[in-house]
């Protein structure tokens, strides 16, 4: 009888420890099962997230936060809360204000034309894509039965502006001469030439008032044909009033051949000297170089050798 009391007393206590076994792990899933179907209705659609744990808590399981308790969370720290999702968007908004009178201001001085970024074709990240994206949750704490902080909500896409558009360059030859020549006709000392008079030894050696209120010198004496070289006044802008040449003065003027041409460089030099030789008779001045010394004959050569070295590596550049 004393050995069948111990079989049944053996028996019935592993009884009791497979059937807490059993309740420990039905328990144990449940558990699970809870948290993933919380998983999947935060997420929404999508597939739902693999929990590198679970945690057991003394009181039991976590408590599920909804997203709506998420969102309605009162904001109790002045600084340190976390902006609603609607709100996201409207942080990026850029000051148009400041930035644009800046920027035309800056292509007004350079004279640039360019066309205005357009900032109404940016493709700001819309509330409703935010929404249906996975919310980033915290694992369960115990801190977190107390206080249920919000999830950190995800970094709005940038905006994206459109680049602006330049306007072509103009053309190198017509800006920016690869070489210029230079003949200064100056007024001897405490002299100066006067208008009228120089507008007539102008207007007899073939020189034309036109563009940037200059004189030129045109292939043809009539004023047509291309620029062979122009005619600026010394002293700053530079230019001629033809409207007030009775009160003119000046202490001197600068002609200036520009290359390459669109005609015999060499021969256009050769009318340019002439006319300073011719000039500088009429109006009793004296003929200096670029650097303002006393323009010899030698030096005229020397100007002839740099056109023609100039002419023979631009056209060894082009048969390249």
């Not at 919380?38 to 997203?67: F, H, M």
């Not at 999702?85 to 035309?104: A, G, H, K, Y």
Request: glycine fraction near 6%; proline fraction near 8%; aromatic fraction near 4%.
């Amino acid at each position: 009888m004393q050995d069948w009391l111990t079989v049944i007393v053996v028996l019935l206590i592993v009884g009791i420890l497979l059937d807490g076994w059993r309740r420990m792990r039905a328990s144990r899933r449940d558990t699970i099962r809870v948290s993933r179907r919380a998983r999947q209705y935060d997420s929404g659609d999508s597939e739902p997230v693999e929990e590198p744990y679970t945690s057991e808590l003394p009181n039991g399981g976590a408590r599920v936060v909804a997203k709506r308790e998420v969102l309605d969370t009162p904001d109790t720290g002045g600084g340190s809360s976390v902006p609603n999702r609607d709100s996201i968007p409207q942080q990026v908004t850029l000051n148009l204000d400041e930035s644009v009178p800046m920027l035309m201001e800056s292509v007004e001085e350079q004279g640039e034309e360019r066309t205005e970024p357009s900032f109404g074709e940016a493709d700001p990240a819309p509330a409703a894509e935010s929404r249906d994206e996975p919310e980033l949750r915290q694992e369960p704490s115990f801190s977190a039965l107390q206080d249920d902080e919000p999830a950190a909500a995800p970094d709005p896409e940038p905006l994206r502006s459109t680049e602006p558009t330049h306007a072509p360059e103009p053309e190198r030859d017509a800006q920016m001469p690869d070489e210029v020549i230079i003949i200064n006709i100056m007024a001897r000392e405490g002299e100066v030439f006067v208008g009228e008079s120089l507008l007539d030894v102008l207007l007899q050696v073939g020189m034309r008032y036109g563009d940037m209120n200059i004189f030129h010198r045109h292939a043809r004496e009539n004023g047509e044909g291309p620029v062979l070289f122009s005619l600026a006044n010394m002293v700053k802008p530079g230019t001629f009033d033809l409207d007030n040449m009775a009160s003119f003065q000046t202490p001197g003027i600068s002609l200036f051949l520009t290359l390459p041409l669109a005609v015999d460089s060499i021969k256009a030099f050769d009318i340019m000297r002439d006319s300073a030789w011719a000039i500088a008779d009429a109006m009793g001045g004296e003929l200096k170089d670029e650097n303002r010394s006393v323009m010899t004959r030698q030096t005229m050569e020397h100007c002839r050798q740099r056109i023609a070295e100039y002419e023979r590596k631009r056209l060894s550049r082009a048969g390249a």
